[in-house]
């Protein structure tokens, strides 16, 4: 027998939107104790027990936010709950749930789903996050991806943008860099590819900021990390979108400046060469 290189796949209109979210979903477990009510039902229901709860969101847009050129939907569904749970933990909160919105057009067949699905159950296993509702529809063109991530803290643990004070120190969680010259490589090579589709892409040496790019991580661990140092940071925010824009809005919402000094921020070693 011959393996089938070219196997059969699956219309959505196969499973209808129901059957599809239901096929979708039917893995993934609650692991929190404040998942009441989850995925099946009108609304889920979440107890805080007397925490605060923090909520944030955000969409991506094929051909705004990635390209499936080069992005895995495997790894964009990781990508997606990282990127929004990465806010909560900004706000020195404990993300806690997700819920995920899809529109996506007909060239999408049930298996691209379940790769993307695939990456968001690794993402909430890894986080420990209960996916609790969402919604799939159609689109016009493209993939469209909504989420929102709920996380508690205690009223005491709760850090914005508004608390810096003069004489604070500014310090950033890990190396910055790496995750735009990780996208300027796969731009790079994806320009190549469609230009002679015969050409290998040049990756080697590239795996830490690649990775950065497809599958980044949510600095959870940092909660952690400052009450064990007994540290209460005065603001805090998350820098996916620059250090520059980002310190702009700490100066703005606490209303104090800045001096950073070039030579100590932590740059990754590859976007100095």
């Known amino acids: 027998m011959t393996e089938d290189k070219n196997p059969q796949l ?3 209109s196969e499973y209808g939107e129901f059957g599809l979210i239901k096929h979708l ?3 993934f477990a609650p692991l929190n104790e404040s998942s009441e009510t989850g ?49 909560i933990a900004a706000m020195n909160a404990q993300p806690t749930q997700i ?41 016009q063109a493209g993939l469209v991806m909504t989420l ?13 943008r508004r608390g810096a004070k003069p004489n604070d120190l500014l310090v950033v969680t890990g190396d910055l860099g ?4 990780g996208l300027q490589i796969l731009e790079r090579e994806h320009s190549v590819y469609l230009a002679n589709p015969n050409m290998q892409p040049e990756m080697e040496g590239y795996d830490y900021i690649l990775q950065r790019q497809l599958k980044p991580e949510a600095r959870t661990d940092v909660r952690e990390t400052l009450k064990q140092l007994e540290v ?8 996916s979108d620059g250090l520059s824009s980002e310190t702009l809005h700490l100066s703005d919402q606490s209303e104090v400046g800045f001096h950073i000094y070039e030579e100590k921020i932590p ?5 100095m060469l």
Do not use: W
Not at 108 to 132: M, Q, R, S, T, W
Not at 178 to 181: E, F, M, N, P, S
């Open 148 to 160: 929102t991530a709920v996380g508690l803290a205690e009223t005491q643990e709760i850090t914005t």
């Open 178 to 181: 790496g995750a735009y010259l």
């Open 99 to 139: 819920l995920v919105s899809i529109a996506a057009s007909n060239r999408f067949p049930v298996e691209a789903f379940e790769e993307l699905y695939a990456g968001i159950a690794l993402a909430c296993k890894h986080y420990n996050v209960d996916l609790v509702g969402g919604d799939t529809t159609s689109s």
């Open 232 to 239: 209460q940071p005065t603001s805090m925010i998350d820098i």
């Open 25 to 27: 979903t039917e893995h």
């Open 39 to 87: 995925v099946g039902d009108d609304c889920a229901i979440i107890d805080p027990k007397g925490k605060k709860v923090v909520l944030s969101t955000d969409t991506l847009a094929e051909g705004v936010h990635f390209n499936l050129g080069y992005v895995p939907l495997k790894h964009l569904g990781y990508k997606a709950v990282v990127v929004n749970l990465s806010d």
């Open 267 to 271: 740059l990754d070693p590859l976007t």
């Open 10 to 12: 699956t219309p959505v």
